[in-house]
């Protein structure tokens, strides 16, 4: 409710505080406001309406909410735990696409979308490795790569070589032949080295977190996108004889030939065994390539116009009928973009090009110099950091410097507590590999803790922006004390109030409305015209049934009734626009275009006297109003508002 209510406040109210040489606007209290700040407030909620009359309403709003901003800074509001932890949590979030990771992470995506226009077709061998396996582990590995590379450019049968050498738990089914796959599917050092193969080329062996690949590209082809099919499947393995084998064709065949004759798809598929599709018509979810077994997905994306249907294709499961129902382009770089962002934040090979990136920037932007290296955590660290319980002994280490950024020195000890917090369950493997991974990590870490800590100074956009929330929270926390507790909470006051306005809420009227909701604005147009024609012939139900012809939805009453102030938000939409002067005595229809709403007005008539609990509602939205009104008339006089005339007169030249 909080994060809600204050971004409604930003709405109408945000502004920063970015005023490096600009003049002063206006001072309230002590306090001083740069036309910088007002005027880019002003343009980011006036965009289509700059002029001079808009600046002088504007101003009008702006002080009363800087009033508000200065009691709630004078009142210490800002310096409460909670409020500096919530702040710090938006901070954190609002930070990170101001981030100068950002800009890689651009690079990849618009990467990643151009390469997964395409489907790669690969040979490959992978030879099992730990990540974080010892130098000896890892080339003991890399030499088997090697050889493995020799034997098949020697000219020995790739699949016997991949039969008996590869770690892949396929490798005895499909022999090391992949079947096309959609880019974001491969690793990205797999699909780097294919975009820059020529076609048959064993590459050299490539290093992942799972180990070595020895890859070939076979074949690229543009991206297939989407399809959607049904199946008949009669099932069939290995295991069960050669005549069962023959009698489950033959039943495939049988009803392929009756789908030749004429039978409908959708009665011979009750002969399929997947009955849980088969209570669907066969239908299964759609797909795109690299998810099904590679005979029926070549099947079914040969399929070309919906309702065409395979010959019987045998799989691993058995034989299937295909038909194809509906297929779909692949998504547009907009539609893709998260999904790609989701997809590279969680790569590790990805993470590391960003984090080196980062480094290497945030390494020359903010003067970082190497003093020494953590080779001392070599023999500090044990075994039980594998484990995460690692504890750090600082007795044993010194305050000797690490390295320095913007002059700021990060020592063996910050270093040290640094691993025990940061240590994971991990693997077994070298200590000092472990150490100089983490050692990395810390480099980068400290880094961007100085970009973040710096980034209003770097963003003039992030300044605004943290300024927003900052003064959106205070006055949230602001009204809330002052304003809003007061009068839900104040019984007496707001009985008090209630028998000192009893004569006006009396006096109220009652609007009898009927409200639509039409599909679009045929539906609107036509019943307006039935409506001028005779309100008494066209009543609500005659109406709906007259407009929504075709289908129920189209056109369809939502309320009706009389209601007064406070009890229907489509009433108070006609109230409003009556007090706005915005809505004639005899205008009987208001259109809603953004909401697809129409309101015909019937008629008003006078309220009935309501008493104080059947109104409360009401009563307690007009107090926070007469409380508003009374508390801000007492900031105007606790606070002096002095504005600059010459400096208004230049914000105005500047923004016509």
Same mark, same amino acid.
Request: net charge positive.
């Given at each position: 409710?909080?994060?809600? =209510?204050?971004?409604?406040?930003?709405?109408?109210?945000?502004?920063?505080?970015?005023?490096?040489?600009?003049?002063?606007?206006?001072?309230?209290?002590?306090?001083?406001?740069?036309?910088?700040?007002?005027?880019?407030?002003?343009? *980011?909620?006036?965009?289509?309406? /700059?002029?001079?009359?808009?600046?002088?309403?504007?101003?009008?709003?702006?002080?009363?909410?800087?009033?508000?901003?200065?009691?709630?800074?004078?009142?210490?509001?800002?310096?409460?735990?909670?409020?500096?932890?919530?702040?710090?949590?938006?901070?954190?979030?609002?930070?990170?696409?101001?981030?100068?990771?950002?800009?890689?992470?651009?690079?990849?995506?618009?990467?990643?979308?151009?390469?997964?226009?395409?489907?790669?077709?690969?040979?490959?061998?992978?030879?099992?490795?730990?990540?974080?396996?010892?130098?000896?582990?890892?080339?003991?590995?890399?030499?088997?790569? #090697?050889?493995?590379?020799?034997?098949?450019?020697?000219?020995?049968?790739?699949?016997?070589?991949?039969?008996?050498?590869?770690?892949?738990?396929?490798?005895?089914?499909? *022999?090391?032949?992949?079947?096309?796959?959609?880019?974001?599917?491969?690793?990205?050092?797999?699909?780097?080295?294919?975009?820059?193969?020529?076609?048959?080329?064993?590459?050299?062996?490539?290093?992942?977190?799972?180990?070595?690949? /020895?890859?070939?590209?076979?074949?690229?082809?543009?991206?297939?996108?989407?399809?959607? #099919?049904?199946?008949?499947?009669?099932?069939?393995?290995?295991?069960?004889?050669?005549?069962?084998?023959?009698?489950?064709?033959?039943?495939?065949?049988?009803?392929?030939?009756?789908?030749?004759?004429?039978?409908?798809?959708?009665?011979? $598929?009750?002969?399929?065994?997947?009955?849980?599709?088969?209570?669907?018509?066969?239908?299964?979810?759609?797909?795109?390539?690299?998810?099904?077994?590679?005979?029926?997905?070549?099947?079914?994306?040969?399929?070309?116009?919906?309702g065409d249907y395979s010959e019987p294709v045998k799989t691993t499961f058995g034989w299937h009928i295909i038909k194809l129902i509906k297929k779909r382009?692949?998504?547009?770089?907009?539609?893709?973009?998260?999904?790609?962002?989701?997809?590279?934040?969680?790569?590790?090979?990805?993470?590391?090009?960003?984090?080196?990136?980062?480094?290497?920037? /945030?390494?020359?932007?903010?003067?970082?110099?190497?003093?020494?290296?953590?080779? $001392?955590?070599?023999?500090?660290?044990?075994?039980?950091?594998?484990?995460?319980? @690692?504890?750090?002994?600082?007795?044993?280490?010194?305050?000797? =410097?690490?390295?320095?950024?913007?002059?700021?020195?990060?020592?063996?000890?910050?270093?040290?507590?640094?691993?025990?917090t940061k240590q994971k369950r991990i693997k077994k493997g070298e200590i000092s590999t472990t150490v100089n991974e983490m050692y990395n990590d810390f480099?980068?870490?400290?880094?961007?803790?100085?970009?973040?800590?710096?980034?209003?100074?770097?963003?003039?956009?992030?300044?605004?922006?943290?300024?927003?929330?900052?003064?959106?929270?205070?006055?949230?926390?602001?009204?809330?004390?002052?304003? @809003?507790?007061?009068?839900?909470?104040?019984?007496?006051?707001?009985k008090k109030y209630y028998d000192d306005n009893i004569q006006i809420y009396n006096d109220q009227i009652e609007l009898d409305i009927s409200v639509f909701?039409?599909?679009?604005?045929?539906?609107?147009?036509?019943? #307006?015209?039935?409506?001028?024609?005779?309100?008494?012939?066209?009543?609500?139900?005659?109406?709906?049934?007259?407009?929504?012809?075709?289908?129920?939805?189209?056109?369809?009453? $939502?309320?009706?009734?009389?209601?007064?102030?406070?009890?229907?938000?489509?009433?108070?939409? #006609?109230?409003?626009?009556?007090?706005?002067?915005?809505?004639?005595?005899?205008?009987?229809?208001?259109?809603?275009?953004?909401?697809?709403?129409?309101?015909?007005?019937?008629?008003?008539?006078?309220?009935?006297?309501?008493?104080?609990?059947?109104?409360?509602?009401?009563?307690?939205?007009?107090?926070?109003?007469?409380?508003?009104?009374?508390?801000?008339?007492?900031?105007?006089?606790?606070?002096?508002?002095?504005?600059?005339?010459?400096?208004?007169?230049?914000?105005?030249?500047?923004?016509?």
């Amino acid at each position: 409710m909080k994060k809600v =209510t204050i971004l409604a406040v930003l709405i109408l109210f945000t502004f920063s505080v970015f005023s490096q040489k600009s003049e002063v606007l206006m001072t309230v209290g002590n306090k001083k406001i740069s036309a910088d700040e007002f005027i880019h407030i002003y343009k *980011k909620n006036n965009s289509g309406n /700059l002029n001079e009359q808009s600046v002088d309403e504007y101003l009008e709003l702006f002080k009363n909410f800087k009033l508000k901003v200065v009691e709630a800074e004078n009142l210490k509001m800002d310096t409460s735990s909670a409020f500096i932890n919530e702040l710090a949590g938006y901070r954190d979030q609002l930070a990170k696409p101001y981030l100068i990771e950002n800009l890689k992470y651009d690079q990849l995506i618009n990467e990643a979308y151009k390469r997964n226009q395409s489907e790669l077709k690969l040979d490959l061998v992978f030879i099992k490795l730990s990540k974080n396996a010892s130098p000896e582990d890892t080339l003991t590995a890399y030499n088997k790569a #090697v050889k493995i590379r020799n034997r098949i450019l020697s000219g020995e049968d790739f699949e016997k070589v991949v039969t008996e050498t590869s770690d892949d738990r396929q490798a005895a089914k499909n *022999k090391g032949h992949l079947s096309y796959l959609p880019v974001l599917r491969i690793p990205y050092k797999i699909q780097s080295y294919a975009f820059s193969a020529e076609n048959n080329t064993f590459s050299m062996p490539l290093r992942t977190d799972f180990g070595y690949y /020895l890859v070939k590209l076979v074949d690229t082809r543009p991206a297939q996108g989407f399809i959607k #099919v049904a199946h008949i499947m009669i099932s069939s393995s290995d295991q069960i004889s050669d005549e069962e084998k023959e009698i489950k064709k033959k039943k495939a065949d049988s009803i392929y030939n009756r789908l030749q004759a004429g039978d409908k798809f959708e009665e011979l $598929v009750a002969f399929s065994d997947d009955k849980g599709t088969a209570k669907k018509g066969g239908e299964l979810p759609e797909f795109s390539t690299g998810r099904m077994v590679p005979e029926f997905e070549a099947t079914a994306f040969s399929l070309k116009t919906p309702g065409d249907y395979s010959e019987p294709v045998k799989t691993t499961f058995g034989w299937h009928i295909i038909k194809l129902i509906k297929k779909r382009p692949p998504e547009s770089m907009e539609d893709q973009k998260e999904k790609i962002r989701k997809t590279i934040e969680k790569d590790t090979e990805r993470k590391e090009i960003v984090k080196e990136f980062v480094t290497n920037e /945030l390494k020359k932007e903010y003067g970082f110099t190497d003093v020494n290296g953590p080779d $001392v955590f070599y023999s500090l660290v044990d075994s039980t950091i594998f484990n995460s319980k @690692w504890v750090f002994q600082s007795d044993k280490s010194s305050d000797k =410097t690490l390295f320095t950024v913007k002059g700021k020195k990060y020592t063996e000890n910050s270093f040290g507590r640094f691993i025990e917090t940061k240590q994971k369950r991990i693997k077994k493997g070298e200590i000092s590999t472990t150490v100089n991974e983490m050692y990395n990590d810390f480099i980068y870490e400290s880094l961007t803790d100085v970009e973040k800590t710096g980034l209003e100074n770097k963003n003039k956009g992030f300044k605004y922006l943290m300024q927003e929330y900052h003064d959106g929270m205070l006055l949230f926390d602001l009204m809330k004390k002052e304003i @809003w507790d007061k009068a839900s909470e104040d019984t007496i006051g707001l009985k008090k109030y209630y028998d000192d306005n009893i004569q006006i809420y009396n006096d109220q009227i009652e609007l009898d409305i009927s409200v639509f909701k039409y599909a679009d604005e045929n539906y609107y147009n036509e019943a #307006v015209k039935l409506l001028n024609k005779s309100r008494k012939k066209y009543t609500d139900s005659v109406l709906v049934k007259k407009v929504a012809t075709d289908d129920p939805e189209s056109f369809k009453i $939502v309320e009706a009734g009389f209601y007064s102030k406070g009890q229907s938000i489509f009433a108070d939409k #006609v109230f409003k626009m009556m007090k706005e002067n915005k809505l004639e005595d005899n205008w009987k229809v208001v259109n809603l275009s953004k909401e697809n709403t129409l309101i015909y007005i019937n008629g008003k008539r006078k309220s009935k006297v309501k008493p104080f609990e059947e109104i409360k509602g009401v009563i307690i939205a007009d107090y926070q109003m007469f409380l508003e009104e009374k508390w801000m008339a007492d900031l105007k006089q606790k606070y002096k508002i002095t504005v600059n005339e010459k400096g208004l007169k230049k914000v105005k030249k500047s923004v016509n």
